[in-house]
């Protein structure tokens, strides 16, 4: 039997066998239950890897869990709304989430809890920023590699990116933005999860992106059917960077 454990990469060792066996005896189990005992530990552990695997492999930049998100500070942000698309249902229905609103607000934190709670649920995800993207995408059309990148990025069950917006990087960092951004999310287009985080307004792309027909493009695929969270109210930043010593504020 051990053998065949081994054939089957499963790390049951004899001392582990023998326990178990003594235990069936004198407890009186089924064989069910003799190889569940056998073998519940090990196949946790196993689930256990495959999640901490996937949460590295996304590269989250924050990974406090949703548990330790403060929802009285901002009493607008819906708790439930937010726990439910933890849940994961719209990945299995190959739906968008996009979250609006100013800095400061926790949008980002909740995405990328979503993305782990994602992960738990075994789905692959991939968790990256606009400036990122836009930095790694440039590279990939000056050395003929952009079909390959576009193809990394439709990958994932769910694609996070972050920062869209922020001090108009977009523009800044890659001319090709608009043309680019409408790659990357046309591969993706019915086929797989985006979780956008923008702090402009939707009415407001064409402007950003100084490409008016792609900008409705690009929003016509990302928007149709999607979750927008729009989210309000006081800045977390703020309210921490006030409750700050001087001393600690003065060293940064």
């Excluded at 901002?74 to 229905?93: H, K, M, T, Y």
């Excluded at 069950?157 to 608009?178: K, N, T, Y």
Aim: glycine residues 6%; charged residues 25%.
């Amino acid at each position: 039997m051990l053998a065949d454990f081994a054939t089957l990469r499963l790390p049951v060792s004899a001392e582990q066998l023998d326990a178990a066996l003594k235990h069936a005896q004198d407890a009186g189990l089924s064989h069910l239950d003799f190889l569940h005992r056998l073998l519940a530990d090990q196949a946790g552990l196993r689930r256990q890897r495959s999640i901490e695997r996937r949460i590295k492999d996304a590269h989250f930049r924050d990974l406090k869990p949703l548990s330790e998100f403060d929802w009285s500070f901002n009493p607008s942000i819906s708790r439930v709304q937010i726990e439910a698309l933890a849940q994961g249902d719209f990945i299995r229905r190959r739906q968008n989430v996009v979250f609006v609103g100013q800095s400061g607000l926790g949008k980002s934190r909740l995405l990328q809890n979503i993305g782990q709670a994602a992960c738990v649920l075994g789905y692959r995800v991939l968790y990256t920023t606009s400036g990122l993207l836009l930095e790694d995408l440039p590279a990939a059309l000056a050395d003929n590699t952009i079909h390959e990148r576009v193809r990394f990025y439709a990958r994932p069950q769910l694609l996070i990116i972050d920062e869209f917006g922020f001090d108009r990087i977009e523009r800044s960092v890659c001319p090709q933005a608009a043309s680019l951004w409408y790659k990357i999310i046309d591969a993706r287009s019915q086929r797989a999860s985006t979780a956008l985080v923008t702090n402009i307004d939707f009415e407001a792309w064409a402007d950003y992106l100084g490409d008016a027909p792609l900008a409705m493009a690009l929003l016509d695929r990302l928007v149709e059917g999607a979750t927008i969270v729009k989210l309000q109210g006081q800045s977390y930043r703020v309210h921490r960077g006030a409750d700050e010593p001087a001393a600690k504020r003065a060293r940064r």
